[in-house]
């Protein structure tokens, strides 16, 4: 009788876990990491070139909203940002957010081939250590809860732990926008990729409840007539446009191939967290 590798065991037992949606979930995310990647580079590009001519978003300015190279790069993040959310209503948070390492790849690439930002060898191998630690997440990351309604991702919600995991986040964001960015973000690049990374925990978590809610609602049970939904919506459009702004002034303050991988290691560690805690 043959005996099976446990490595074969193992990557056998992985596809087989690995159902229809999971699928369309994994290559979502795949997509929307072209996407993003690409579009660092484009509003980078944006952000200079209106900083060239107005007063520049790493000291507050807002002239980036006039030029047009910059609202290229911005539909293109949209766009990934669309397939990214229609991931969420497919795969689980810990099967999707960890994909985004591809996202750090082209955006350092093309960094260092367009915009000129020199790639050291630190910053490859810091590339290399993103891929292999998503791919360990995603291959043990473990089967999410099945979800009916999104009244049942609104409970999870208000779980009294992930409700202090919120408390927190918030109260460290605030701090962090009106105490410290004041004093250090033009000096220290984790202020605004901080608030950018808490924001996006919970920013991520009502993505999922807005993406279970359109799935079970395009499947014939209308989620749309519940408030829960539309609260996580407007919860979706506050984060969002926070994290607009504060990418933006990390992007134009700091290198495109220091602000990627920091922001996707800080984002991808504190999803995780709320994933955990939320949907455990």
């Known amino acids: 009788m043959a005996v099976r590798s446990p490595v074969a065991m193992t990557s056998t037992s ?40 107005g007063v520049r978003a790493g000291v507050g300015g807002y002239s ?19 397939a990214n959310f ?12 960890p994909l985004g390492a591809l996202s750090i790849i082209i955006s350092a690439a093309l960094a260092h081939i367009i915009l000129r930002e020199r790639l050291h060898i630190f910053g490859i191998l810091g590339c290399v250590l993103c891929v292999v630690g998503s791919t360990t997440i995603v291959l043990h990351a473990p089967q999410e809860r099945e ?59 009502s993505v999922k409840a807005i993406g279970i809610a ?12 519940y408030p829960q939904t539309w609260v996580f919506t407007v919860v979706v459009i506050a984060c969002v446009l926070t994290q607009m702004n504060y990418l933006n002034k990390a992007l134009d303050t700091f290198n495109t191939a220091v602000v990627s991988p920091i922001y996707y290691v800080m984002f991808t560690s504190l999803t995780i967290v709320a994933s955990v805690i939320m949907f455990k």
């Open 147 to 205: 979800i009916h309604s999104v009244t049942e991702v609104w409970e999870l919600a208000m779980d009294p732990a992930f409700l202090m995991y919120a408390a927190l986040v918030i109260t460290a964001a605030l701090i962090l926008i009106f105490y410290f960015i004041p004093q250090y973000g033009q000096t220290h690049i984790m202020v605004y990729i901080g608030v950018c990374s808490l924001v996006g925990s919970l920013s991520v978590m």
């Open 64 to 82: 980036y909203l006039y030029e047009p190279l910059w609202w290229v790069g911005m539909i293109t993040m949209i766009v990934g940002e669309i």
């Open 14 to 53: 992985w596809r087989e876990e690995m159902s229809s949606d999971n699928v369309k979930g994994l290559v979502l995310a795949l997509s929307s990491s072209f996407f993003i990647g690409a579009s660092f580079i484009v509003k980078k590009k944006g952000l200079k070139k209106a900083g060239a001519s």
């Open 214 to 225: 359109l799935k079970l609602t395009f499947s014939g049970m209308n989620q749309l007539i």
């Open 86 to 97: 229609a991931a969420y209503a497919f795969a689980p948070a810990l099967l999707v957010t």
